[in-house]
């Protein structure tokens, strides 16, 4: 079983920074893509931002400059770096890897609050 664990959510003013972190456990042989993803409330699931197996990095649009993805591929770990945050940045965040165990498959992570609010 592969199960992925975030971390790093919460409230912060606008403007602030926030660093959310997801790492993948259980029997896991290699793992392709890693992406961000947020949902609002009433609003469709949409991507963040995605980093392949080789590095390579694509961002939303709506992020512009703003925020930084990375992965770690020894811990097996994608970070989302965000500064200057937003209120309509306000969403859960969802991590989600394409893994190898016997077969390739899509995980996705539990999700993270972020809030941003004066």
């Known amino acids: 079983q592969v199960q992925l664990v975030e971390s790093g959510g919460g409230l912060v003013q606008p403007g602030g920074s926030l660093r959310l972190s997801c790492a993948a456990s259980g029997s896991i042989a290699s793992i392709r893509a890693m992406g961000w993803y947020r949902q609002a409330p009433g609003k469709e699931r949409e991507l963040v931002a995605v980093i392949t197996g080789g590095g390579s990095t694509n961002y939303a649009d709506f992020v512009q400059g703003r925020f930084t993805i990375s992965r770690d591929n020894a811990k097996n770990t994608v970070e989302l770096q965000m500064n200057s945050l937003k209120p309509e940045d306000t969403a859960v965040y969802y991590c989600?890897?394409?893994?190898?165990?016997?077969?390739?498959?899509?995980?996705w992570g539990q999700g993270t609050q972020v809030t941003v609010s004066s």
């Open positions: 989600k890897m394409t893994i190898a165990t016997v077969v390739w498959y899509h995980y």
